[in-house]
T-cell receptor
Framework: GAVVSQHPSRVICKSGTSVKIECRSL??????MFWYRQFPKQSLMLMAT?????????EQGVEKDKFLINHASLTLSTLTVTSAHPEDSSFYIC???????FGSGTRLTVV | DQQVKQNSPSLSVQEGRISILNCDYT??????FLWYKKYPAEGPTFLIS?????DKNEDGRFTVFLNKSAKHLSLHIVPSQPGDSAVYFC??????????????FGQGTTLQVKP
């Protein structure tokens, strides 16, 4: 149980464009979804917490206008990286609910 | 401020031997601790957890020890297998197992198990 499906697994985009990453809870309802980012050889850093039907909570230093989070249903949360720049290249991972299960991650490369 | 620290970036052990991965934390409010295994370009996979009311939890080849007074936990893998080679992260949270909301991760330790 507690499967989280994350798509896409990898994406390459041009600088200035926007990229949407989806996380779906397949066999449970996730009223909360946690979004993390991992730079190479570094730890997983919590970016924001999305809550179904309300605004996301962002960690200090994370630009809410750049990383748009939408949690419109109990099974889907999306992270949109707007006006992406090369420094946004990273590994983005979601975690569904208060369980221990993470999505498979999305490798974003901005060129 | 790094609240969860894994001071050894890498560890190499021989197959069949014990692997010991260490983790220290500074926040005394943490009451739930987890270990994850991660391969490159994949999400972390949950391994084992421990509540602060315990000092040991065992699951097959994996045992986690918690020393609250030292704010230290360790993961023991016995016997180590080549398939255990991965990056291991410890994580901590406040609120017990029912509210593992904000997980704070260590930097990770790369384990290599040699055949």
């Amino acid at each position: 149980g507690a499967v989280v499906s994350q798509h896409p697994s990898r994406v390459i985009c041009k600088s200035g464009t926007s990229v949407k990453i989806e996380c779906r809870s397949l066999d449970f309802q996730a009223t909360t979804m946690f979004w993390y980012r991992q730079f190479p050889k570094q730890s997983l850093m919590l970016m924001a917490t999305s809550n179904e039907g309300s605004k996301a909570t962002y960690e200090q230093g994370v630009e809410k206008d750049k990383f748009l989070i939408n949690h419109a249903s109990l099974t889907l949360s999306t992270l949109t990286v707007t006006s992406a720049h090369p420094e946004d290249s990273s590994f983005y991972i979601c975690r569904g609910g208060y369980g221990y299960t993470f999505g498979s991650g999305t490798r974003l490369t901005v060129v | 401020d790094q609240q969860v620290k894994q001071n050894s970036p890498s560890l190499s052990v021989q197959e069949g031997r014990i692997s010991i991965l260490n983790c220290d934390y500074t926040n005394s409010m943490f009451d739930y601790f987890l270990w994850y295994k991660k391969y490159p370009a994949e999400g972390p996979t949950f391994l084992i957890s421990i509540s602060s009311i315990k000092d040991k939890n065992e699951d097959g080849r994996f045992t986690v020890f918690l020393n609250k007074s030292a704010k230290h936990l360790s993961l023991h893998i016995v016997p180590s297998q080549p398939g255990d080679s991965a990056v291991y992260f410890c994580a901590a949270s406040v609120g017990g197992s029912s509210n593992t909301g904000k997980l704070i991760f260590g930097q990770g330790t790369t384990l290599q198990v040699k055949p």
